[in-house]
């Protein structure tokens, strides 16, 4: 039943290093049990970080996504818009629920993941795209098993609550995998202590293990589930 409902995966971040930090783990499990996984990063640009004291050009996010990507092995990526992060609030969100819609429709995956919604605009904006485009629908219904919020350690500042179930899934065999291609994205790493530092990271895998009563998991929360 799992494999049915992991047979086909779309993880949509909105920016590169989401995807691994929200379900770096699931990703890889998928992927070792033979289905497939697809990323759609919505925006990639230029941004002045201050823990490196300088501007991270576009091009090496992309290319840190691609390492980071082809590590765990995923079977397709892209990213959908240019030089709008941290800017997608300015951005018509018909733009990315018509992005998101078409790649959905070429996919067809039978299960899609979506960002948490945390303090942090671009991710608010992105669910809430998502969230419009997955609504219940005959076209989709044939196919589409599970639809997901992942999270990340920025969770814990967030006003959202959402109203949903809570999947765990036991990551132990993948969390070196997780970690590792979280260091791929080098220019998003972070001292030890902060709260997407690959230690942080680490612990937080950990601490939803606790929950779930294995030494390491992720957790969603699920927005629909058909078997």
């Known amino acids: ?18 995807e691994v ?7 890889k499990k998928v992927i070792n049990m033979g289905g497939e996984v697809f990323v759609v990063v919505v925006s990639i640009g230029d941004i ?3 823990h490196l004291d300088r501007v991270v050009t576009k091009e090496e996010r992309k290319e840190e ?15 959908l818009f240019d030089d709008y ?20 429709d070429k996919i067809k995956p039978t299960t899609v993941l979506l960002p948490y919604p945390s303090f942090h605009q671009d991710h608010k904006i992105v669910f809430n795209a998502g969230f419009a485009v997955l609504r219940p629908s005959p076209r989709r219904n044939g196919q589409l098993k599970l639809t997901a919020g992942y999270e990340y350690p920025f969770v814990t500042w967030t006003n959202e609550t959402l109203q949903t179930s809570c999947l765990y899934v036991n990551i132990t065999d993948e ?11 080098k220019s998003q790493l972070r001292e030890s202590g902060h709260l997407i530092s690959p230690e942080s990271v680490r612990l ?3 601490k939803r293990g606790m ?3 294995c030494p390491y998991s992720e957790m969603f929360y699920v927005l629909r589930l058909r078997l």
Do not use: Q
């Open 85 to 104: 992060e941290s800017l997608m609030d300015t951005m018509p969100i018909r733009n990315i629920i018509s992005a998101l819609d078409n790649h959905i």
């Open 48 to 50: 002045n970080f201050y």
């Open 175 to 185: 969390i070196d995998d997780k970690i590792e291609a979280l260091r791929c994205h």
């Open 204 to 206: 937080w895998a950990e």
């Open 21 to 27: 930090i929200g379900c770096g783990g699931l990703i």
């Open 211 to 213: 929950d779930a009563g």
């Open 1 to 18: 039943m799992m494999n049915d409902v992991f047979k086909r995966v779309l993880v949509v971040s909105p920016h590169a290093d989401d």
């Open 65 to 79: 996504l691609r390492h980071a990507l082809n590590y765990l092995g995923v079977t397709g990526f892209c990213t």
